[in-house]
């Protein structure tokens, strides 16, 4: 059985830097394309960043130039290091793994961006 499982989320003060983890178990974690994605109470899922099996990585337009997205193979997990938080980027996180055509969610980890 596949778990997605991000954590690292919580309060931080706009300005300031927080570094999300999503691990992953019961699967080959080097065969898994990884995102980030992020919702904002009332707004749809946004996609943030993809990183591939390997380490190719892109960015949507809210992510590109503040947020690095990474992978750790040894480890099963990928990183979001996220920079110069602001309230708008107040939302909870989830992390998806794809394998051919079948995609796993975690749970999400919240964001708070405020003073």
């Known amino acids: 059985q596949v778990q997605v499982v991000e954590s690292g989320g919580g309060l931080v003060q706009p300005g300031g830097s927080l570094k999300l983890s999503c691990t992953v178990s019961?699967?080959?974690?080097?065969?898994?394309?990884m995102r980030w994605y992020r919702q904002a109470p009332g707004k749809e899922r946004e996609w943030l960043a993809i990183?591939?099996?390997?380490?190719?990585?892109n960015y949507g337009d809210s992510a590109r130039g503040r947020f690095t997205i990474t992978r750790d193979n040894d480890k099963s997990s990928i990183y979001l290091q996220m920079d110069t938080l602001q309230p708008e980027d107040t939302a909870v996180y989830y992390c998806?793994?794809?394998?051919?055509?079948?995609?796993?969610w975690g749970q999400g980890t919240q964001v708070t961006v405020s003073s």
């Open positions: 990183i591939s099996v390997g380490g190719v990585t």
């Open positions: 998806k793994a794809t394998r051919g055509a079948e995609d796993y």
């Open positions: 019961g699967f080959a974690f080097r065969d898994l394309l």
